[in-house]
T-cell receptor, first 113, second 113 residues
Framework: GNSVTQMEGPVTLSEEAFLTINCTYTATGYPSLFWYVQYPGEGLQLLLKATKADDKGSNKGFEATYRKETTSFHLEKGSVQVSDSAVYFC????????????FGAGTRLAVHP | DGGITQSPKYLFRKEGQNVTLSCEQNLNHDAMYWYRQDPGQGLRLIYYSQIVNDFQKGDIAEGYSVSREKKESFPLTVTSAQKNPTAFYLCASNPWEGNTEAFFGQGTRLTVV
């Protein structure tokens, strides 16, 4: 079945460091891919998305490219801030199952001044 | 403003009680979902619904029930049969037009006392 695998956290960085959170997926067909962010005690917010191969999603300095050949959707940011501290979830849309989202386990990011 | 409203934000349940979590959306979305999140873990799908009066079990439906009498509403009942109900519950919706992202509520934290 469809699945998403994310790198385990926590990821701890200093402010202005480069961020990469790895995400790979297994899916039939051509699902859309998403990154969501969750701040403490809150729901999930969409960070970015890509709907087809080679698409690059971007938002708030974060980027991710839909790589079909490596089945990956790694999240990157060139210079993180303390305010980026949160849990990040990679997800895909299950096209054969009511378009429900399948999530990775989440990666906690802690950025220190 | 359009969005998804979950209530209450915090809920306490005694052993053996049923409790109902509310989820309302004014986005005119067809599909709605309930997810469960445990500390340090990803999201697991409990139930989902594509249209009114139709819903499907997700990966962890045992001990839960739902109804979808109105397009806007998708309440979740946590029954006494759910052995470990303490968790953070998230409701989501999307237009179900293929490859679209889901929008999330702010969540309900349920604690068994």
């Amino acid at each position: 079945g469809n699945s998403v695998t994310q790198m385990e956290g926590p990821v701890t960085l200093s402010e202005e460091a480069f961020l990469t959170i790895n995400c790979t997926y297994t899916a039939t067909g051509y699902p859309s891919l998403f990154w969501y962010v969750q701040y403490p005690g809150e729901g999930l917010q969409l960070l970015l998305k890509a709907t087809k191969a080679d698409d690059k999603g971007s938002n708030k300095g974060f980027e991710a490219t839909y790589r079909k050949e490596t089945t990956s959707f790694h999240l990157e940011k060139g210079s993180v801030q303390v305010s980026d501290s949160a849990v990040y979830f990679c997800a895909l849309s299950d096209l054969g199952g009511y378009n429900k989202l399948i999530f990775g386990a989440g990666t906690r990011l802690a950025v220190h001044p | 403003d359009g969005g998804i409203t979950q209530s209450p934000k915090y809920l306490f349940r005694k052993e053996g009680q049923n409790v109902t979590l509310s989820c309302e959306q004014n986005l005119n979305h067809d599909a709605m979902y309930w997810y469960r999140q445990d500390p340090g873990q990803g999201l697991r799908l409990i139930y989902y619904s594509q249209i009114v009066n139709d819903f499907q079990k997700g990966d962890i439906a045992e001990g839960y029930s739902v109804s979808r009498e109105k397009k806007e509403s998708f309440p979740l009942t946590v029954t006494s049969a759910q052995k470990n109900p303490t968790a953070f519950y998230l409701c989501a919706s999307n237009p179900w037009e293929g490859n679209t992202e889901a929008f999330f509520g702010q969540g309900t934290r349920l604690t068994v006392v």
